[in-house]
Protein backbone atom coordinates (compact mmCIF):
# COMPACT_ATOMS: atom_id res chain seq x y z
CA UNK A 1 0.00 0.00 0.00
CA UNK A 2 2.60 2.45 0.82
CA UNK A 3 4.48 1.72 -2.15
CA UNK A 4 1.81 3.46 -4.22
CA UNK A 5 3.13 6.77 -5.48
CA UNK A 6 -0.03 8.72 -5.03
CA UNK A 7 0.93 7.67 -0.92
CA UNK A 8 1.14 10.28 1.24
CA UNK A 9 4.76 10.30 2.79
CA UNK A 10 4.47 10.82 6.63
CA UNK A 11 7.83 10.96 6.91
CA UNK A 12 8.88 13.96 4.90
CA UNK A 13 7.29 15.71 7.89
CA UNK A 14 10.06 14.65 10.02
CA UNK A 15 12.61 17.39 10.59
CA UNK A 16 14.89 18.20 13.30
CA UNK A 17 12.60 15.89 15.93
CA UNK A 18 15.52 15.89 18.27
CA UNK A 19 15.45 19.03 18.99
CA UNK A 20 11.74 19.70 19.35
CA UNK A 21 11.27 16.84 21.21
CA UNK A 22 11.54 18.74 24.61
CA UNK A 23 8.29 20.84 23.22
CA UNK A 24 6.46 17.39 23.99
CA UNK A 25 7.04 17.00 27.75
CA UNK A 26 4.29 18.47 29.30
CA UNK A 27 5.70 19.12 32.51
CA UNK A 28 6.01 17.65 36.12
CA UNK A 29 2.16 16.41 36.25
CA UNK A 30 2.13 15.12 33.08
CA UNK A 31 2.08 11.46 34.20
CA UNK A 32 -0.88 12.53 36.82
CA UNK A 33 -2.30 14.19 34.13
CA UNK A 34 -1.89 10.82 31.91
CA UNK A 35 -3.51 8.78 34.73
CA UNK A 36 -6.81 10.86 35.14
CA UNK A 37 -7.04 10.66 31.22
CA UNK A 38 -6.92 7.35 31.45
CA UNK A 39 -9.24 6.93 34.13
CA UNK A 40 -11.81 8.91 32.16
CA UNK A 41 -12.07 6.52 29.87
CA UNK A 42 -12.53 3.54 31.67
CA UNK A 43 -8.95 1.69 31.48
CA UNK A 44 -9.50 -1.35 32.42
CA UNK A 45 -6.13 -4.17 33.10
CA UNK A 46 -5.81 -6.63 29.87
CA UNK A 47 -6.98 -4.13 28.00
CA UNK A 48 -4.82 -3.61 24.60
CA UNK A 49 -4.63 0.11 23.15
CA UNK A 50 -2.66 2.11 20.96
CA UNK A 51 -0.91 5.54 21.34
CA UNK A 52 -0.79 7.07 18.35
CA UNK A 53 1.66 9.69 17.89
CA UNK A 54 3.04 8.86 21.42
CA UNK A 55 5.49 11.47 21.67
CA UNK A 56 7.95 11.19 25.33
CA UNK A 57 5.50 8.17 26.45
CA UNK A 58 4.25 9.64 29.51
CA UNK A 59 0.72 8.58 28.65
CA UNK A 60 1.44 4.71 27.07
CA UNK A 61 3.49 4.37 30.09
CA UNK A 62 1.01 5.19 32.69
CA UNK A 63 -1.35 2.80 30.67
CA UNK A 64 0.64 -0.18 30.93
CA UNK A 65 1.35 0.43 34.43
CA UNK A 66 -2.38 0.51 34.91
CA UNK A 67 -2.40 -3.12 33.53
CA UNK A 68 -2.81 -2.77 29.72
CA UNK A 69 -1.32 -3.82 26.69
CA UNK A 70 0.54 -0.95 25.42
CA UNK A 71 1.44 -0.15 21.92
CA UNK A 72 3.08 3.57 21.57
CA UNK A 73 3.48 4.34 18.29
CA UNK A 74 5.18 7.41 16.65
CA UNK A 75 6.63 8.00 13.46
CA UNK A 76 9.55 10.17 15.11
CA UNK A 77 12.43 7.97 16.60
CA UNK A 78 13.50 10.84 19.00
CA UNK A 79 10.11 10.43 20.17
CA UNK A 80 10.64 6.43 20.44
CA UNK A 81 14.05 6.64 22.42
CA UNK A 82 12.36 8.90 24.80
CA UNK A 83 9.50 7.04 24.99
CA UNK A 84 11.28 3.72 25.84
CA UNK A 85 13.45 5.33 28.41
CA UNK A 86 10.77 6.67 29.91
CA UNK A 87 9.09 3.58 29.90
CA UNK A 88 12.43 2.04 30.66
CA UNK A 89 12.99 3.96 34.04
CA UNK A 90 9.30 3.55 35.31
CA UNK A 91 9.38 -0.37 34.66
CA UNK A 92 6.45 -0.41 32.31
CA UNK A 93 6.49 -2.53 29.50
CA UNK A 94 5.65 -0.55 26.54
CA UNK A 95 6.06 -1.67 23.16
CA UNK A 96 7.38 0.63 20.40
CA UNK A 97 6.93 1.06 16.75
CA UNK A 98 7.81 2.90 14.64
CA UNK A 99 5.13 4.22 12.46
CA UNK A 100 2.33 6.77 11.94
CA UNK A 101 -1.48 7.44 11.24
CA UNK A 102 -1.73 6.07 7.89
CA UNK A 103 1.25 3.74 8.38
CA UNK A 104 0.87 1.84 11.78
CA UNK A 105 0.17 -1.90 11.55
CA UNK A 106 -3.03 -3.79 12.99
CA UNK A 107 -5.72 -6.52 12.73
CA UNK A 108 -9.11 -5.25 12.39
CA UNK A 109 -11.21 -5.04 15.58
CA UNK A 110 -8.49 -5.12 17.91
CA UNK A 111 -8.01 -2.82 20.07
CA UNK A 112 -9.98 -1.44 23.61
CA UNK A 113 -8.80 2.26 23.19
CA UNK A 114 -6.76 4.05 20.73
CA UNK A 115 -5.32 7.28 21.67
CA UNK A 116 -4.18 10.32 19.76
CA UNK A 117 -2.77 13.76 20.71
CA UNK A 118 -1.90 16.33 18.74
CA UNK A 119 -0.52 13.99 15.99
CA UNK A 120 -3.37 14.23 13.42
CA UNK A 121 -2.47 17.68 12.36
CA UNK A 122 0.17 16.90 10.82
CA UNK A 123 -1.69 15.20 7.78
CA UNK A 124 -3.70 16.89 4.95
CA UNK A 125 -7.62 17.00 5.58
CA UNK A 126 -8.20 13.59 3.06
CA UNK A 127 -4.98 11.94 4.83
CA UNK A 128 -6.61 12.76 7.92
CA UNK A 129 -10.01 10.92 6.82
CA UNK A 130 -7.72 7.96 5.70
CA UNK A 131 -6.15 7.97 8.79
CA UNK A 132 -9.53 8.14 11.20
CA UNK A 133 -10.90 5.35 8.78
CA UNK A 134 -7.91 2.87 9.79
CA UNK A 135 -8.31 3.49 13.23
CA UNK A 136 -11.89 3.15 13.11
CA UNK A 137 -11.23 -0.08 11.63
CA UNK A 138 -8.57 -1.19 14.30
CA UNK A 139 -11.13 -1.06 17.10
CA UNK A 140 -13.28 -3.56 18.34
CA UNK A 141 -17.23 -2.41 18.49
CA UNK A 142 -17.59 -0.72 21.25
CA UNK A 143 -14.39 0.32 22.24
CA UNK A 144 -13.36 4.26 22.44
CA UNK A 145 -11.25 6.43 21.09
CA UNK A 146 -9.63 9.74 22.27
CA UNK A 147 -8.39 12.04 19.99
CA UNK A 148 -7.20 15.69 21.28
CA UNK A 149 -5.22 17.97 18.49
CA UNK A 150 -4.82 21.51 17.26
CA UNK A 151 -7.90 22.69 15.70
CA UNK A 152 -9.10 26.21 14.83
CA UNK A 153 -12.56 26.78 17.04
CA UNK A 154 -13.39 29.71 15.19
CA UNK A 155 -13.42 31.20 11.33
CA UNK A 156 -10.80 34.05 10.88
CA UNK A 157 -12.21 37.07 10.39
CA UNK A 158 -10.68 38.10 7.06
CA UNK A 159 -7.74 39.65 8.19
CA UNK A 160 -4.73 38.98 10.81
CA UNK A 161 -6.42 39.85 14.34
CA UNK A 162 -7.47 36.38 15.05
CA UNK A 163 -4.51 34.57 14.14
CA UNK A 164 -2.29 36.91 15.98
CA UNK A 165 -4.58 36.87 19.27
CA UNK A 166 -4.86 32.45 18.66
CA UNK A 167 -1.23 32.29 18.48
CA UNK A 168 -0.44 35.11 21.64
CA UNK A 169 -2.80 32.71 23.42
CA UNK A 170 -0.56 29.66 22.91
CA UNK A 171 3.04 31.78 23.58
CA UNK A 172 1.08 33.01 27.11
CA UNK A 173 -0.73 29.86 28.49
CA UNK A 174 1.41 27.31 27.24
CA UNK A 175 4.89 28.45 27.05
CA UNK A 176 5.20 27.85 23.28
CA UNK A 177 8.00 29.88 21.37
CA UNK A 178 6.81 32.24 19.11
CA UNK A 179 8.77 30.81 16.32
CA UNK A 180 7.49 26.85 16.52
CA UNK A 181 3.86 28.92 16.62
CA UNK A 182 4.75 30.50 13.15
CA UNK A 183 5.72 27.47 12.02
CA UNK A 184 2.53 25.55 12.56
CA UNK A 185 0.54 27.97 11.20
CA UNK A 186 2.66 28.75 7.91
CA UNK A 187 3.33 24.55 7.68
CA UNK A 188 1.01 22.04 9.35
CA UNK A 189 -2.34 21.43 8.41
CA UNK A 190 -4.94 22.10 11.63
CA UNK A 191 -8.19 22.44 10.42
CA UNK A 192 -11.61 24.09 11.92
CA UNK A 193 -13.37 22.04 14.48
CA UNK A 194 -16.52 21.59 12.72
CA UNK A 195 -14.59 20.36 9.68
CA UNK A 196 -13.30 17.50 12.30
CA UNK A 197 -16.52 16.36 13.75
CA UNK A 198 -18.24 15.66 10.24
CA UNK A 199 -15.13 13.50 9.22
CA UNK A 200 -15.25 11.65 12.91
CA UNK A 201 -18.98 11.03 12.04
CA UNK A 202 -19.04 10.41 8.48
CA UNK A 203 -15.71 7.65 8.94
CA UNK A 204 -18.59 5.92 11.65
CA UNK A 205 -17.73 7.16 14.87
CA UNK A 206 -20.47 8.09 17.42
CA UNK A 207 -19.41 11.07 18.80
CA UNK A 208 -19.47 11.15 22.44
CA UNK A 209 -18.30 14.42 23.16
CA UNK A 210 -16.54 17.65 21.98
CA UNK A 211 -14.61 20.35 24.12
CA UNK A 212 -12.92 23.38 22.71
CA UNK A 213 -11.41 24.66 25.77
CA UNK A 214 -8.95 27.20 24.04
CA UNK A 215 -8.75 28.80 20.95
CA UNK A 216 -6.79 26.03 18.79
CA UNK A 217 -7.01 23.16 21.24
CA UNK A 218 -10.12 20.41 20.48
CA UNK A 219 -10.95 17.56 22.94
CA UNK A 220 -13.24 14.66 21.50
CA UNK A 221 -13.99 11.39 22.63
CA UNK A 222 -15.36 9.01 19.97
CA UNK A 223 -16.94 5.69 20.31
CA UNK A 224 -17.06 2.71 17.78
CA UNK A 225 -20.69 1.41 17.26
CA UNK A 226 -21.47 -2.11 18.07
CA UNK A 227 -23.48 -3.74 15.78
CA UNK A 228 -26.72 -3.19 14.55
CA UNK A 229 -25.97 0.27 16.15
CA UNK A 230 -26.92 3.77 14.31
CA UNK A 231 -23.76 5.62 14.20
Given amino acids: MLARDWFYNERNRIGLD ?5 IYDHGEDADLRARSALKMLGLQSGWRIADIGCGNGVLATEAALMGAEV ?3 DISPAMLALAEIYARDRKARVRTRSAGLLSFAYEPCSYDLIVSEFTLHHLPDFWKAV ?5 HRALKPGASFYLRDIVYVSMPDGGERDVEQWADFHIKNHDFARDSVVAHMRDEYSTFGWVMERMLTDVGFVLVSADYHAPMHGTYLLRKPTPGEQS
Fill in 18 to 22: TAVAS
Fill in 71 to 73: DAI
Fill in 131 to 135: ALARI
